[in-house]
T-cell receptor, first 113, second 107 residues
Framework: DTGVSQDPRHKITKRGQNVTFRCDPISEHNRLYWYRQTLGQGPEFLTYFQNEAQLEKSRLLSDRFSAERPKGSFSTLEIQRTEQGDSAMYLC???????????FGSGTRLTVV | GQQVMQIPQYQHVQEGEDFTTYCNSSTTLSNIQWYKQRPGGHPVFLIQLVKSGEVKKQKRLTFQFGEAKKNSSLHITATQTTDVGTYFCEGNTPLVFGKGTRLSVIA
């Protein structure tokens, strides 16, 4: 048990549908990160929060992607009007500000058909 | 933007042989992190390097940070089958992972 929980583990959706993923970080961690990973590639940074503030968002992220962390605890990542190219593993990670490294969750695997 | 390049992409070794992966950044890094991802798993944090020229060891693993803070290496001595996985470096100015080096160990 890594301490970072992601739900669901798998999601299959039809192209054009909206999907939402949830991440529960380690409780004492104030930073939360979202990454996307496709086969054979390293994790690609999407966005990160410190407490409830979204401090950075990748320029690669289209307007169809949005993330929230309303109370500074769990976070949601929503993808609107999904496309086949969105198929990937979506990884959440958390850390405590100033600490080295992140703790990753097991990810949500999205398949868009 | 910043790019982090890792070589080689793949490495196949006999059990007991040494293994090295290299990470090169186009810009100076404030620090660098190394992660290991087992097949089907998620990345697991190994270590952070902060200082120019820093060398850290974890059992059979040796991590180095270059003097210019633009490159780093991970060396595994006498590989074991438990070392199988993909090793990623990550520079956090901003948060950029390399594509990783996939290590296969043949028993």
């Amino acid at each position: 048990d890594t301490g970072v929980s992601q739900d669901p583990r798998h999601k299959i959706t039809k192209r054009g549908q909206n999907v939402t993923f949830r991440c529960d970080p380690i409780s004492e961690h104030n930073r939360l990160y979202w990454y996307r990973q496709t086969l054979g590639q390293g994790p690609e940074f999407l966005t990160y929060f410190q407490n409830e503030a979204q401090l950075e968002k990748s320029r690669l992220l289209s307007d169809r992607f949005s993330a929230e962390r309303p109370k500074g605890s769990f976070s949601t990542l929503e993808i609107q009007r999904t496309e086949q190219g969105d198929s990937a593993m979506y990884l959440c990670a958390s850390s405590f500000q100033g600490a080295a490294g992140y703790t990753f969750g097991s990810g949500t695997r999205l398949t868009v058909v | 933007g910043q790019q982090v390049m890792q070589i080689p992409q793949y490495q196949h070794v006999q059990e007991g042989e040494d293994f090295t992966t290299y990470c090169n950044s186009s810009t100076t890094l404030s620090n660098i992190q190394w992660y290991k991802q087992r097949p089907g798993g998620h990345p697991v944090f190994l270590i952070q390097l902060v200082k120019s020229g820093e060398v850290k060891k974890q059992k059979r693993l040796t991590f180095q940070f270059g003097e210019a803070k633009k490159n780093s290496s991970l060396h595994i001595t006498a590989t074991q089958t438990t070392d199988v996985g993909t090793y990623f470096c990550e520079g956090n100015t901003p948060l950029v992972f390399g594509k990783g080096t996939r290590l296969s160990v043949i028993a």
